[in-house]
């Protein structure tokens, strides 16, 4: 397993943007990367996702078209562009790697998930 230590969360207004980065301590370049998030009270959540070839991405139907998932292998780092936040996006946002190497495709469930980031809160006021 991968050590994973997610940054750049932090208090926003409604509209406004933020970055998200998750640092690898290992290589992460040969796994599919993903971003969830939970609320208070509420389920984790996937929000995207992004196969080890950067080629494939996928997201929630909740964020598409405002949040973007990169990944550079070369620096183990994958990022979250988030972009006309809502008040709604408030949560604890988490960075996992998948279990499997190689993986065609990306897992679709948390399960497939085996290494996790301890989360970066992100707030967005109304």
């Known amino acids: 397993q991968v050590q994973l230590v997610e940054s750049g969360g932090g208090l926003v207004q409604a509209g406004g943007s933020l970055r998200l980065s998750c640092a690898a301590s290992?290589?992460?370049?040969?796994?599919?990367m993903g971003w969830f998030r939970q609320a208070p009270g509420k389920e984790r959540e996937l929000v995207a996702t992004?196969?080890?070839?950067?080629?494939?991405?996928r997201y929630a139907d909740s964020v598409k078209a405002r949040f973007t998932i990169s990944r550079d292998n070369a620096k183990n780092m994958v990022y979250l562009q988030m972009n006309s936040l809502k008040p709604e996006d408030t949560a604890v946002y988490y960075c996992?790697?998948?279990?499997?190497?190689?993986?065609?495709?990306?897992?679709?469930?948390?399960?497939?998930?085996?290494?996790w980031g301890q989360g970066t809160q992100v707030t967005v006021s109304s």
């Open positions: 996992a790697a998948d279990r499997l190497p190689y993986r065609p495709g990306v897992p679709g469930t948390a399960s497939g998930f085996g290494s």
């Open positions: 290992g290589r992460t370049s040969n796994y599919a």
């Open positions: 992004i196969d080890w070839t950067a080629s494939t991405t």
